[in-house]
């Protein structure tokens, strides 16, 4: 079993930045995927950005460039730097696993979930 635990949300203005983490623990596989998605009240799970075994990194549209993923293997976490961070983008942020290597984007590919932080951007 992976167990994976978020961290670093919370509430903030437009144009504000804010870092999250996920921290990893239990099996660990030599080749994988981790992903960051998001998920507003009443919307769909989306994908927000992904990066693997090799720190290769993989963006959906809507971040690219305001965000910016990165793994710290030493330490088993992932981070999320979010900059410039707009209403839109309030959700609840998860991090996840998954033993696909082709920086899969829908979440029925991923393995593993945490449990969610929540970020609340203001106008």
């Known amino acids: 079993q992976v167990q994976l635990v978020e961290s670093g949300g919370g509430f903030l203005q437009a144009g504000d930045s804010l870092r999250l983490s996920c921290a990893a623990s239990?099996?660990?596989?030599?080749?994988?995927?981790m992903g960051w998605f998001r998920q507003a009240p009443g919307k769909e799970r989306e994908f927000v950005a992904s990066?693997?075994?090799?720190?290769?990194?993989y963006y959906a549209d809507s971040t690219q460039g305001r965000f910016t993923i990165s793994r710290d293997s030493a330490k088993n976490t992932m981070y999320l730097q979010m900059n410039s961070l707009k209403p839109e983008d309030t959700a609840n942020y998860y991090c996840?696993?998954?033993?696909?290597?082709?920086?899969?984007?829908?979440?029925?590919?991923?393995?593993?979930w945490g449990q969610g932080t929540q970020v609340t951007v203001s106008a």
């Open positions: 990066i693997n075994w090799s720190s290769d990194t």
């Open positions: 996840a696993l998954s033993i696909q290597t082709n920086f899969p984007v829908r979440p029925w590919a991923y393995n593993y």
């Open positions: 239990g099996r660990t596989f030599s080749r994988y995927t």
